[in-house]
């Protein structure tokens, strides 16, 4: 009988992209070299099964019990193991990876990591910018209480203040610190009840270390503005940007200052509309601070339009949301069968209702009493002359509001506001300005991609020591993909290229994700074409020319979709 012919399929997509990064990044030479030696009955290398659980959570998140399905219509070869190891990337071998990974010396192979990337990429680190987010779990997680596992400490996952607004789950405290360019250069995960501003000084310090020298330009939020931290970042020579705190005296003198003064604002950038391309400019105004730090630091009040219809957008939202809860509240005071019968109760609400909208200020409201009188019979039957009448009072009550007109037209004056402090006297406003409206929010691009396409919260791994091996590795998935869009976007603006059809039907895109040029590459594939076992024919991946554009961009040689590694 003659043989049949057989076709055999294998996934390519995007992963000679992620090898070619990893490669330069020499990620998996330094796994070897800072994990334990491995066990000599283990039939798959914990760093092998590593480096395959990286490169799913940079392609595609996936639950680790389905990592072997992510990888199973893989090309092997890319995955850096033999078709049959790909079948034991089962979920146990990964947790006990993951256990490899945690009794490893993460923060030397950490700084080796970032040390390599910096001379690899040329990453600059004149300004680094640092934020904290809250990573949340579900579950009781009893266990992780901080007790040191295996001669190593452990993190608390336990509740704090979540910046996902969860109060009622538990959490860690993700903190990371990225560059000038939005590549992140170093990362650190703390207990859940950590509070921002006893992070900044050992981070702050970390960053010295790793730079070599204390006068890079260290930006961060207000979380930043503690005197003694301030005091230590100037006194070793640091520079630092952050934002005054509401709860500094110089905030609320300024602030009242508005109310009686003309301020002379001069104008120092204006900014295209974010997301609008034909709507208004923001124009951005600043003025030196009448009212000096006490430290003698420089103290710069900045007015932006685009924040000022927003301010006060939000405050007219706040007032309405506010007003329709009075409103409800009402009805139900006056209802007949009323259950709020005292005047502390129907006060505890409206307080309620203006503190959970924030208007306090601009909403005063008044609880008004009035009696009813109600008469009736002392016994039953037909009243007559001599009937006798019992009398009865009840007390009902009734909440009515009136906006505080003066309060609301002061706040209008202060919409738009909002002060940076510094120790460089050296910058200009603009720059000043430029370093944290502009670059700042590149940090919280990096915070919404490890939560939305990296997928790192919430968690479901019940080990803390695996925890934090997991997120050793999302952190480098997250690196990853920052220099993937840092390569394109550069090579794009050294060429020329503004667009690139990266959305469907071709549109057009102005600034390229790591994730979108991942999804263009996810549909090439390889097949084999054998007939009674033997090979016949191989069919190569076929690259069109969007492929090949973005591959000369990102400097990764076609022909890498084309051969298989060794």
Sequence with gaps: MEARFSLSSATVAALPIVNHFLARLRFSELLCRYLPPPDPRT????????CALLKCLILSRTPLYSVIEWASPLLPSLLGCSPAQLRQLNDDRIGRSLDRLFDADRDALLTDFVLHLVQEFSVPLQ???????TLTFYGRYP????????????????FGHSKDHRPDLKQLLWILTVTVEGVPIQFKVADGNTADVRTHLDTWQALCALVGRPDFLYVADCKLCSRPILRIIHQKGGRFITVLPRTRKEDAQFRKWLAYQAPPWQEVAQYPHPRLKEGPPDIVRALDSPFPDPDGYRLLWFHSSLKQQRDAENRQEAIDR?????????????????????????AQKAEGILSHRGTQRWIHYTIEERRQERYRQEKRGRSGPQTRWRRTVKIRYSLTWQPVLQNIAEDALRDGVFPLLTNCPDLSVKQVLEAY?????????????????????????????RVEAFLFLEYVAL?????????????????G??????????????????????????TLQRHVLS???????????????LHRQILRLLGVPPNTFRQEPN
């Design 143 to 158: 266990q992780a209480d901080g007790t040191p596992m295996r001669g190593r400490p452990t993190l608390e996952i336990t």
């Design 43 to 50: 039939q798959l290398d914990p760093a092998v099964t590593l």
């Design 437 to 465: 409206k502009r670059k700042q929010p590149l940090i919280e691009k990096r915070h919404e991609m490890l939560k939305t396409v990296l997928e790192a919260a919430p968690l479901w791994l019940k080990n803390v020591g």
């Design 322 to 346: 506010a007003l329709e809860e009075l409103q409800q509240l009402k009805a139900k005071v006056e209802s007949p069968r009323t259950r709020l019968t005292s005047r502390e109760g129907i």
């Design 127 to 133: 300004q680094l910018h640092n934020d904290s987010t």
């Design 497 to 522: 290229v503004k667009m690139l059809p990266l959305y469907p039907e071709e549109r057009e895109c102005e600034a390229p994700t790591a994730a979108r040029v991942f999804e263009v590459f996810g």
């Design 479 to 495: 690196t990853v993909h920052a220099l993937v869009e840092r390569e394109l976007r550069q090579a794009m603006e050294r060429e």
């Design 531 to 545: 007939k009674g076992g033997k090979e016949v024919q191989k069919f190569l991946p076929e690259l069109t020319n």
